[in-house]
């Protein structure tokens, strides 16, 4: 998370634009936050990739934390999707135990 943070702002300042579409860093660990404690199966990998990106698209919940300034807001809003995609991905796994 850290790199990506410092990633993300020196990007901001050598693009010359705030969470340009190029940088996927963030992505990246976002993702990874969706997988955490997570089986690695195949419908995880693929149901954990599509929720992520939901939840990124529409920029819910972090639409709050994606004001901050520079890296931060960049990353945390992958991130808070990543947490939001992963709960709901544990809680299928409880409905659904196999």
């Not at 579409?21 to 690695?40: A, Q, S």
């Not at 954990?48 to 639409?63: A, D, I, K, M, R």
């Amino acid at each position: 998370m850290a790199i990506a943070v410092v990633t993300c702002d020196i990007a901001e300042e050598q693009m010359g634009r705030v969470d340009d579409p190029r940088m996927v860093i963030d992505e990246c660990v976002g993702y990874w936050t969706t997988l955490l404690f997570l089986p690695r199966t195949l419908f995880t990998i693929a149901a954990g990739f599509v929720l992520s990106e939901f939840w990124t698209s529409t920029n819910f919940p972090g639409s709050t934390v994606g004001r901050l300034s520079g890296g931060w807001g960049v990353v945390m809003d992958d991130i808070l999707a990543g947490v939001v995609a992963n709960g709901l991905l544990h809680g299928l796994r409880l409905l659904y135990p196999h």
